[in-house]
């Protein structure tokens, strides 16, 4: 017995026609969304799979899989290339590489950062046994405010670890004063900053050390990588020997090192991927503009401004919600969801705010007023090249039309 999509039965010769219910309108806009293809608030950018053949073949007539192989080789070279800076020490992830950074320039004491941030900036400081100091971000770049730098100074501080937030620069000139001041190192967690221009130069030039991931979910991915951005050969190779074990050679071990190597296959994928990421991130531009025209007029809806002379890479999509919108930012978040929108609270909840590190936060947490306002108001909307104008236009026409308390429809 089996029944068609008509909603007949048939058994055997027997064929009998059973009435069916018509679907609510409730009921049709559950099944349009459960056909519907969601949409996420990113998806990493592949080549086409041929072409990453003849680099895989490359690979397995080689045998050479890891171990400063010709592929790594070869991307570390495109890549200081592309980026406009002196040295690249690839990694397989970027949190390695954060607490790699931190050992090669022998971090100790407290560290000043940021709360408003992926976890692994914070974690990295903790694996290398560095207290995590927090202090407040600027609410217009969501970055890490030097005028809150200079108070949280102690004589245990030995460095500062900002973070180009979104990809917008931090304030480089004042974080650079402050640290000559007080002689402390800086390294950047610069994880969204792929490519990003400021006054003309690569972001990455500033401070001691910067660190780059190339995880999928980032502008330009390898799969899984990351990298150091080195001022010079002397860090790289001190850096070169951490990430292998601390070996210099076949028999010396000259540090206690990690195993924090890329592999050929990631760094063959990511000479693939370079040839293609400026049209990536012009893509990823274009879908910021439209969705700044589409949203800029929607009252209690704020976009964060574009950093003056800068050239971004639109790494993500931000907005905050305001008491003027008829809802609330969880609320905008679910309603999103609903229609099979995938946004994104980030960064929710404050690091500061996380069990292992609550103890470490003293008694004046209101002086992380912007950090938890921009933690409890904004939402990362979709953003990546494949994303299509009339999706952008979909989750733009979601937010300007809302339902207030009442019930009552509010479209912008």
Request: hydrophobic content about 35%; proline content about 6%.
């Given at each position: ?5 008509y ?30 293809k ?26 050479i ?21 002196e ?19 022998k ?12 976890v692994a900036?914070?974690h ?31 004589p ?11 990809g ?7 974080i ?15 994880a ?9 130069e ?7 050390l ?58 063959a994928?990511g ?20 969705y ?47 229609a ?8 929710h ?11 470490l ?18 939402i ?33």
């Open positions: 017995m089996k029944v068609d999509a909603g007949t039965w048939h058994c055997g010769d027997r064929t009998t026609k059973v009435y069916t219910k018509p679907q609510t309108q409730q009921q049709k806009h559950s099944h349009n969304l459960a056909m519907k969601p949409i996420y608030v990113t998806q990493p950018s592949l080549p086409p799979l041929e072409e990453f053949i003849p680099y895989l073949e490359k690979i397995w007539k080689s045998k899989l890891t171990n400063n192989g010709p592929f790594h080789k070869q991307l570390e070279e495109a890549l200081c290339e592309y980026l406009d800076v040295h690249v020490a690839l990694f397989n992830n970027g949190t390695i590489a954060l607490i790699t950074a931190l050992q090669a320039l971090i100790k004491g407290e560290v000043i950062t940021t709360p408003y941030s992926f900036t914070a990295s400081l903790v694996w290398n046994n560095i207290e995590p100091v927090f202090v407040d971000i600027d609410p217009a770049t969501c970055n890490l405010d030097p005028e809150r730098i200079e108070e949280a100074i102690t245990r501080t030995t460095a500062i670890l900002p973070v180009h937030c979104y917008n620069p931090c304030n480089t000139e004042r650079q004063q402050i640290a000559n001041t007080h002689g402390l190192k800086v390294i950047y967690d610069a969204h900053a792929f490519g990003v221009k400021h006054k003309g690569s972001v990455l030039r500033h401070g001691d910067s660190v780059l991931s190339f995880h999928a979910t980032k502008v330009f991915n390898t799969f899984e990588g990351g990298a150091i951005i080195c001022p010079n050969a002397e860090i790289k190779q001190r850096i070169d020997h951490l990430k292998n074990f601390g070996f210099a050679d076949e028999t010396t071990v000259m540090e206690t090192g990690i195993n924090g190597k890329m592999s050929e296959f990631n760094a994928l000479l693939l991927q370079l040839k293609t990421i400026d049209n990536a991130i012009k893509r990823r531009r274009q879908t910021e503009a439209r700044r025209n589409a949203l800029v007029n929607i009252p209690g809806i704020t976009l964060l401004p574009d950093p003056a002379d800068t050239i971004g890479n639109a790494s993500y999509m931000p907005i905050m919600v305001n008491m003027e919108y008829p809802l609330s930012r969880d609320e905008l978040y679910q309603k999103l969801k609903d099979g929108i995938n946004g994104r609270r980030y960064f909840p404050l690091i500061c705010d996380l069990p292992m590190y609550s103890k936060v003293d008694e004046n947490r209101t002086q992380l007023k912007s950090a938890r306002t921009a933690a409890e108001n904004i990362c909307l979709p953003i990546y090249p494949s994303l299509l104008n009339k999706q952008v236009d979909e989750v733009a026409d979601l937010i300007s039309s809302a339902e207030d308390s009442t019930g009552t429809t509010k479209t912008f």
